[in-house]
DNA sequence: TTTCAACACGAAAACGTTTTCGTAAATAAT
DNA sequence: ATTATTTACGAAAACGTTTTCGTGTTGAAA
């Protein structure tokens, strides 16, 4: 087992110093042709990498972004990092991940972990319970010390920085406009407490979409699903409510579903109690998951582009990264880029 | 935006020298009690965090894994590195990400990028490109230049090392095993191209299966994928390829399926013949996700319980690591871990 | 022969820690 | 009053790089 070879260890072999290694792998012309020769031919045999640790101590960078995501079992959240990931390694990056699990106390943790030198800057987004407690001390602080954060989907005003989300209410009204142009009389929306900024956002849509058409928002065509109920855990649950949202309104002939989980159960409810999709109840969903692709019918769904979302997001956290090595300005203009939505139309509408 | 602090930072303000400073804040005796108070004070009103780069440069290891995997969007690796994350994170560890695409090239660039110093050690399945060329240097390599190495699912005899995998023959006997005791009488199994070795398992364990009852294993029975139609984009070409399987197999009453995306295939398929599910045809799959779970009629399917094959994998990988500090010996007793595979039974089966 | 560049290289600092060792001052023992 | 022992701290090395600056040698110019 042959240890990594350093500078050091080449110059002793070489009789050389180790500043006289070190230029000489960097091609500097104060070194001669001929030690450079000898320089390189030996580092090559014993296959020379330079140590990333100590570049990144000497630098003060690391060349690595964190990203912390409440999930990661989860299409949505996978297909942006693939896109994180996808640019990060295209610019030299390493991207170091860490899960909060929805929770508040996880996610503080995790960025503590991260913050202390292991990373360049983050890109995020905000756990659920974060967002109810609204506490957002953890990222001022971060981007006060100088770690800039890119926040994706689910962001808030409160915290200052770049955002890369999408227009939730724009992309819940076309859905909903569909459905009415679908001819849908009396269109429900499955969605979350209004805590979850997406969720409220596309709760907005929806009735925005309704009063366009002179159509009045009814309070009981309007489930708000606890988050606990996410969890697959509980998916009877979540079922059940349903089914009595089902029973509550007889007459519901469009169902607007503000993910994917909602909008399967939705379906799944519907076929037990023999309704035909679509020509009884049309459904569109929110995310463009593998479970929309492959449902029966298959649903028809508002895509996020969640991996050009973590495109978007990688090139702007480096891009300021990059800007900020030259430019020492404080060059406080964040931007906000909303990645415009896209109607995938399937069978379950018309 | 004040940057952050360091020891020298603070010896300075404090007038004292760095090691003292070191040494207050790690309740070192040499220490008066008076000077402790005041660095500690000094040191929590300006949020003092060592910096993890520096650790990591003097304690030669990172305290960080690399995990490199083919794919994200994918639920059973997503739940791998969920269950990585969750025991790295307990035991004090980060996670940083390479993804190789099923890609050689990838896959050795992304473990070049991480093996310079920026982890202590990998945890890794292997790409699909890299298991057709059998081309294993670069791990044999790494695991020379000291640094361990958990390979999981995906494992190959050829590189010497921790691995941890699932018992894919007896798992595929066992599913076939309950086609058969269901009443199956033409069981055909739709598998991928044998260098895969987790196809190539699969169908030993099916063909094991009918031998076991004395069934003939009928090569017409037999369709192997090629991985090209793995992708989201040939979708239909799987499709039509799985159509043409059951127009060469009028009589198939079951089929064996040793992924989730060939079995709801199937059952689209199947659906569009118009075949009843399960009354004339019973399908098993292998993973158990999200579509196993809500699909029509949902699927009855091999659970390689992910997680925790995750779990175990950044255990075993952290005890070696942790083992070779103090028992600097070659302690070269590698282990294999069979993860034990479950048959959870749905609708799609009697 | 003296002066001056050009050349080729090495010493040392720096990044931020931890830790070993040395030592001045204070206290205790003789 | 002398010696021994604590006590409390600082200097320096080490981890592995890169880079600035200084310097001894050479060959050419004066």
């Not at 508040?104 to 974060?130: C, H, P, Q, R, Y």
């Not at 609204?134 to 954060?149: A, R």
């Not at 697959?232 to 989980?261: M, S, T, Y």
Request: hydrophobic content about 40%; aromatic content about 6%.
């Amino acid at each position: 087992m042959k240890r990594k070879v350093t500078l050091k260890q080449i110059a002793r072999e070489l009789d050389v110093s180790i500043s006289t290694v070190s230029k000489a792998l960097r091609n500097s012309i104060e070194i001669s042709e001929d030690t450079r020769q000898k320089v390189k031919a030996f580092a090559k045999l014993y296959n020379y990498r330079p140590n990333n640790i100590a570049l990144s101590l000497k630098n003060r960078k690391t060349k690595t972004i964190g990203v912390i995501i409440p999930e990661i079992v989860h299409h949505f959240f996978s297909n942006v990092i693939r896109g994180i990931e996808q640019v990060a390694n295209n610019r030299g990056y390493n991207v170091i991940i860490g899960l909060s699990n929805e929770s508040f106390s996880k996610e503080v943790i995790n960025m503590e972990m991260l913050a202390n030198g292991s990373i360049d800057g983050f890109i995020l987004s905000i756990s659920k319970e974060t967002l109810l407690r609204q506490d957002y001390h953890h990222f001022n602080e971060t981007i006060n010390q100088g770690m800039p954060i890119v926040l994706f989907d689910r962001a808030v005003e409160e915290i200052n920085c770049d955002k890369i989300i999408v227009d939730d209410v724009k992309g819940s009204k076309k859905a909903v406009e569909k459905l009415i142009s679908n001819g849908c009389k009396n269109i429900g929306i499955i969605t979350t407490k209004d805590y979850v900024s997406v969720g409220r956002l596309r709760t907005q849509g929806y009735i925005a979409a309704l009063e366009d058409s002179k159509i009045h928002p009814k309070a009981s065509l309007i489930l708000k699903i606890d988050v606990e109920l996410d969890s697959e855990d509980h998916l009877e649950d979540l079922e059940n409510e349903i089914e009595q949202f089902f029973n509550n309104n007889k007459h519901i002939d469009g169902i607007f579903a503000v993910n994917e989980l909602y909008a399967i159960t939705a379906m799944k409810v519907a076929r037990k109690k023999g309704i035909k999709m679509p020509d009884k109840l049309q459904i569109i969903g929110f995310t463009d998951g593998v479970l929309s692709k492959h449902a029966t019918p298959s649903l028809t769904t508002v895509s996020q582009h969640a991996q050009k979302m973590g495109e978007k997001a990688a090139d702007l956290l480096i891009d300021r990264l990059e800007l900020d090595i030259d430019n020492e300005v404080e060059e406080e203009h964040y931007k906000t880029i909303v990645i415009e939505t896209e109607l995938i139309e399937r069978e379950s509408t018309k």
